[in-house]
């Protein structure tokens, strides 16, 4: 069974920076795609960015781009979302989730597994 678990969250001030982490299990798939999601409190989940099984595709939502950068290791199968220049609008609760099959490494598409989420919270 997939499990992922982030870390890393917390709250910062405008401006600031956060890394959160998704620490996966065996996935037992040859091909995956790997994401970042956010749900602010009344709002749609949004996909923020993600990545191909290699950490070689990289797509990201407009809002983050040249903010947030997604990487990923496949042998330790850690995924890191580097987040700097935070905004008060970057609050939300943010989870990771994988796509078995890796037809689609984007932001828009299906995602089969999810993380129970951390709190990520901008001060302005």
């Known amino acids: 069974e997939v499990e992922l678990l982030e870390s890393g969250g917390g709250s910062v001030q405008s401006g600031g920076s956060l890394r959160l982490s998704c620490q996966g299990s065996e996935y037992g798939y040859k091909f995956y795609c790997l994401a970042w999601f956010r749900q602010a409190p009344g709002k749609e989940r949004e996909g923020v960015a993600a990545?191909?099984?290699?950490?070689?595709?990289?797509n990201y939502a407009d809002s983050v781009k040249g903010r947030f950068t997604i990487s990923y290791d496949r042998a330790s199968k850690s995924l890191i979302l580097q987040m700097n220049n935070l905004k008060p609008d970057d609050t939300a609760m943010y989870y990771c989730?994988?796509?078995?099959?890796?037809?689609?490494?984007?932001?828009?598409?299906?995602?089969?597994?999810w993380g129970q989420g951390t709190q990520v919270t901008v001060s302005s």
């Open positions: 990545t191909d099984e290699y950490g070689e595709i990289f």
């Open positions: 989730a994988l796509q078995d099959g890796g037809t689609w490494c984007h932001t828009g598409a299906t995602y089969h597994y």
